[in-house]
T-cell receptor, first 110, second 116 residues
Framework: SQKIEQNSEALNIQEGKTATLTCNYT??????LQWYRQDPGRGPVFLLL?????KEKRKERLKVTFDTTLKQSLFHITASQPADSATYLC?????????FGPGTRLSVLP | NAGVTQTPKFQVLKTGQSMTLQCAQD?????MYWYRQDPGMGLRLIYY???????DKGEVPNGYNVSRLNKREFSLRLESAAPSQTSVYFC???????????????FGPGTRLTVL
């Protein structure tokens, strides 16, 4: 079965730096990858979607890449702020299956 | 707009009891989904409804039933609750009809369910 893996360890970075989160997938490449943000006690909020044939997507301070050779997506937040502290979820779409990773918790320290 | 709303926010059940989790969206979306989220695991799709009048199984449908009552409402029913169903349940909706893989999804605030 398909699996989406994210670093389970929390990522701590200093305010103003670029945060980079990793999402790896096994076996087949998903047709789409989505990234969501989740704050404690709340539902996930959609951030970006990238298709298999797209190498990179940007939205304001966010950038997502999709490398089918490495079977990996990277999620970057530039000029990070304490308000960016949250758990970030990666999800892959495989036909009728949609698989979420466990998420990576990001803490941006002032 | 309220977006996606879920009731109740919290619920404690005893093993064997039944209950229905309610979900409603006011965005006129076609597709609706039910997920469960457990510690250390990703969200897992239970059931989805690609359009009004249709429902399909997701990754973990056993022990659950769903009803797409109308375009706005999608309920999840636990007929005989088990401790393994202790989890946080999220409802989501998306504008496009179809499976969730290529749709931006809007999530509700979740229902925290404990089965003793």
């Amino acid at each position: 079965s398909q699996k989406i893996e994210q670093n389970s360890e929390a990522l701590n970075i200093q305010e103003g730096k670029t945060a980079t989160l990793t999402c790896n997938y096994t076996n087949y490449s998903p047709a789409y990858l989505q990234w969501y943000r989740q704050d404690p006690g709340r539902g996930p909020v959609f951030l970006l979607l990238i298709r298999e044939n797209e190498k990179e997507k940007r939205k304001e301070r966010l950038k997502v890449t999709f490398d089918t050779t490495l079977k990996q997506s990277l999620f970057h937040i530039t000029a990070s702020q304490p308000a960016d502290s949250a758990t970030y979820l990666c999800a892959g779409g495989y036909g009728q299956n949609f698989v979420f990773g466990p998420g990576t918790r990001l803490s941006v320290l002032p | 707009n309220a977006g996606v709303t879920q009731t109740p926010k919290f619920q404690v059940l005893k093993t064997g009891q039944s209950m229905t989790l309610q979900c409603a969206q006011d965005m006129n979306h076609n597709s609706m989904y039910w997920y469960r989220q457990d510690p250390g695991m990703g969200l897992r799709l239970i059931y989805y409804s690609a359009s009004e009048g249709t429902t399909d199984k997701g990754e973990v449908p056993n022990g659950y039933n769903v009803s797409r009552l109308n375009k706005r409402e999608f309920s999840l029913r636990l007929e005989s609750a088990a401790p393994s169903q202790t989890s946080v349940y999220f409802c989501a909706s998306s504008d496009l009809s179809g499976r969730p893989s290529y749709n931006e999804q809007f999530f509700g605030p979740g229902t925290r369910l404990t089965v003793l």
